[in-house]
């Protein structure tokens, strides 16, 4: 009787799931968590401002940014702002690339570079060198993800004290290097879906 009334209620939504995936196809929606969407959101993102998503893969919070951008430019202008997304993995960059290009957005600027290594000069076409600012920095770093248990159970079978605490060194060279980048008065949004603390407060 229960897989008889999911087959209905499958039934039921299957225009609308078709409909979602027509969309997501041609870049009108995305889906998104919620908790995910809580980073930008602090950002404070105004236009104008030139923001950098340190490790930015597979792309939802890049196409936030990239959405509240737009959102802010006016009357066909553009060139208002511009959200530089970083991944260090080829194959994830590939997939942020391709996520965020359906939306068509002349501010987006993709790198793939390890975000512990990234510059903090850029030498211009006349060979002077100079500082390489953001107005803000998203800093969602790679971690363990034991916060999100309760979509991925199979966690606790795996899940050690080791597995964050490895990472705690990354995650705080990258945080640095992200803190170099940030203006003077800007704002640095440090990010994980971890629980544990080494990987969070020890790394603030």
Known sequence: AASRREGQVYTLFRPLHFFVEQMIGVGRASRQEAVSMVPPLLLDVHRGQRILDMCASPGSKTQQLLEMLEEMVGDGQQGCGLVVANDADRKRCHLMVSRASKLLSPLLF???????????????????????RFDRVLCDVPCSGDGTLRKAPAIWRQWTVGSGNALHRLQLQIACKGVRLLEVGGRFVYSTCSLNPIENEAVV
């Open 110 to 132: 993709a790198i793939n570079h390890d975000a512990r290594l990234l510059p903090e000069e850029l030498t211009g076409a006349d060979g002077v060198a100079a500082p390489w």
